[in-house]
């Protein structure tokens, strides 16, 4: 079992930056994939990207390559997205889930922890 809480979510104008984390509970926590989905109004819960619970594999959704980092801390049960060059389509609730021994899936059912997700909003 794990329990996941983000936080760093807020308003930012285009072309900021702002670093999600999402805190875990639980020892082990270094066996969880991680990964960070977001969802916009009236759209589809969308993957953005997944860290490896073993080393630092990562995997990015084409919309954020080369903007975004995804990177763990095992030793403070933390995994982090650093956002930079932030876009107004970047606007939505930004979700944590982590799924145990787990590969790098994209499709949120593969996912069976989730936190309660924090609000990032970009101004043009």
């Known amino acids: 079992q794990v329990q996941l809480v983000e936080s760093g979510g807020g308003l930012v104008q285009a072309g900021g930056s702002l670093r999600l984390s999402c805190a875990a509970s639980?020892?082990?926590?270094?066996?969880?994939?991680t990964g960070w989905f977001r969802q916009a109004p009236g759209k589809e819960r969308e993957f953005v990207a997944a860290?490896?619970?073993?080393?630092?594999?990562?995997r990015y959704a084409d919309s954020v390559k080369g903007r975004f980092t995804i990177a763990r801390d095992n030793a403070k049960n933390t995994v982090y997205l650093q956002m930079n060059s932030l876009k107004p389509e970047d606007t939505a609730v930004y979700y944590c889930?982590?799924?145990?021994?787990?590969?790098?899936?994209?499709?949120?059912?593969?996912?069976?922890?989730w936190g309660q997700g924090t609000q990032v909003t970009v101004s043009a």
């Open positions: 860290i490896f619970w073993r080393g630092s594999v990562t």
């Open positions: 639980g020892r082990t926590f270094s066996t969880y994939t």
């Open positions: 889930a982590a799924r145990a021994y787990g590969g790098l899936v994209t499709a949120h059912e593969g996912y069976g922890y």
